[in-house]
């Protein structure tokens, strides 16, 4: 009963495999998608266009509400439109 062994090479061959996929989905994920987010970033802030204004946040006093139903969380933009 001792002689037997208790994890099998197999097992032990998927968790291997298991994580170097994952380890390979990261770093694809890392060099494609992160640079492509990067480059839109980058692309959005030469070409966008700037809006000067505020936003205004009136907060209530019903705190427990608002951390419960986070659905009605608005502010009002206000915008200067002769900057």
């Known amino acids: 009963a001792f002689y037997e062994p208790r994890i099998r090479l197999t097992d032990i061959l998927y968790v291997y495999l298991t994580t170097w996929v994952l380890y390979a989905v990261l770093v694809i994920y890392m060099l494609w998608f992160v640079n492509k987010r990067r480059r839109l970033s980058k692309r959005y802030e030469k070409?966008?266009?700037?809006?000067?204004?505020?936003?205004?946040?009136?907060?209530?006093?019903?705190w427990l509400v608002n951390c419960l139903f986070r659905k009605h969380d608005y502010g009002f933009v206000i915008y200067d439109l002769e900057k």
């Open 47 to 62: 070409e966008g266009i700037v809006i000067l204004g505020d936003v205004q946040y009136e907060d209530e006093d019903r």
